[in-house]
């Protein structure tokens, strides 16, 4: 069981499935002219599903998936669950921002130690810097958390489309899914 301290920041799954993809990308673009609350976009063999702006928001994930055929009749179904590109770029650019200013913080608090000139407002900065980093660690992990169901729903909404039934997926939790790649 995948525990609630392990780091999974982009969650990846795969799975066989006994169907042509040609057929299931098929399904995927047909889903796609429905009304449904999802966006689903594809390009060659990837598709990504995405809830809709006026249902999802800045934390929503976005589910991409890849189906390769592996045989005439069959498919390996390979995908990651990952935020928002945009979110995701912002975080991404707020954890340098703080390592880079982590790293010239501390140059210049080593140098004032160095030269025996007082050093309490560089080592504070060093120290902020590090709060800083835990917040958006704490603000990343609670807004993971807080998407679980919007998750469920892709991996419902993916399952359905492929097993071409509005029915839950009789095949393996999302959990199940991300244990059995380790």
Known sequence: MLSQNEIA???RFKFGINKNSETVLSAFEE????????????????VFIRLANERGNFWSPQLHVEINAIEEKSSIVSGLVGPNP????????????????????GIWTYTNVVLSNPFSLQISLTILTVIIWCLLYLVGRIGR???????DTLFNFMHSTINNSK??????TRLELIRNLN
Do not use: Y
């Open 9 to 11: 920041l982009r969650p």
């Open 31 to 46: 889903a796609k002219k429905d009304k449904s609350p999802f966006v689903i976009s594809r390009i060659d063999n990837h």
């Open 86 to 105: 945009t979110a995701w770029t912002l975080f991404m650019f707020l954890h340098f921002l703080v390592a880079g200013l982590f790293f010239a913080f």
């Open 145 to 151: 958390t807080s998407c679980n169901d919007e998750i």
């Open 167 to 172: 029915n839950k997926p009789q095949t393996e």
